[in-house]
């Protein structure tokens, strides 16, 4: 089982549609949640982040983690075709050492449909 | 955000010839860099971790001679891969960290083409 899972797509909506992106884990000491976006041929970009449980928004993007189900998401709101790129989840124990890996899933290719 | 830059952005060599990569933190000093390989439609693999002034520690299976990596400054770290083949064409990308714990900036990336 790896460690981080993410369904890789494609993904494709509509403008306007709500998008709903998942990851699931497997080590229960994961306590920083990561959502990159990274555009073709790009680097990364990070988006959201989030510590331990809960909800956490930035304007129309919401990131959610559940860590009793090892599951995280990220909703996106009224989408647009900008939007249109591969979103990364990623997570790690710790984030203040060196040694404070950032797994990363897979990505999943999301187009938004003008 | 902070600002990381690559350089070049893409290169084409031939087999056999060494390829310099690197990876700047333009207005942050970055204590860690983290490099990474990207296949196309695949995750990010890390290749190795450095900090500024030490050796790099490279993850398992990633061959620390043929991947030097040097953190010279708080600035800058190179990724040199040597005595290219076909099989290291890939998209290499920095990611840098800084004052703040959460906050890991990715470079642009470099598309390196081996013929």
């Known amino acids: 089982q790896k460690e981080v899972e993410q369904d890789p797509g494609p993904l494709s909506v509509p403008e306007g549609a709500i998008v709903s992106l998942n990851c699931t884990y497997s080590?229960?000491?994961?306590?920083?949640f990561m959502w990159y976006r990274q555009y073709s041929r790009k680097g990364p970009e990070l988006l959201m982040y989030?510590?331990?449980?809960g909800n956490k928004e930035d304007g129309r993007f919401t990131a959610q983690v559940d860590k009793s189900s090892k599951y995280i998401s990220l909703f996106i709101r009224d989408s647009q075709p900008s939007d249109s790129a591969t979103y990364l989840c990623?997570?790690?124990?710790?984030?203040?050492?060196?040694?404070?890996?950032?797994?990363f899933g897979p990505g999943t290719s999301l187009s938004v449909i003008p | 955000g902070a600002v990381v830059s690559q350089h070049p952005s893409w290169v084409i060599c031939k087999s056999g010839t060494s390829v310099k990569i690197e990876c700047r933190s333009l207005?942050?000093?970055?204590?860690?860099m983290f490099w990474y390989r990207q296949f196309p439609k695949q995750s990010l693999m890390l290749m190795a971790t450095?900090?500024?002034?030490?050796?790099?520690?490279?993850e398992q299976g990633v061959e620390k001679d043929k991947f030097l990596i040097n953190h010279a400054s708080l600035t800058l770290s190179t990724l040199t891969v040597t005595s290219a083949h076909p099989e290291d064409s890939s998209f290499y990308i920095c990611?840098?960290?800084?004052?703040?714990?959460?906050?890991?900036?990715f470079g642009p990336g470099t598309r390196l083409t081996v013929t």
């Open positions: 080590n229960s000491a994961f306590q920083y």
């Open positions: 989030t510590y331990s449980s």
């Open positions: 207005d942050f000093q970055a204590t860690t």
């Open positions: 450095s900090n500024e002034g030490s050796k790099a520690t490279y």
């Open positions: 990611s840098a960290r800084g004052g703040v714990p959460y906050e890991q900036y």
């Open positions: 990623a997570m790690s124990v710790g984030v203040k050492t060196s040694y404070d890996k950032v797994i």
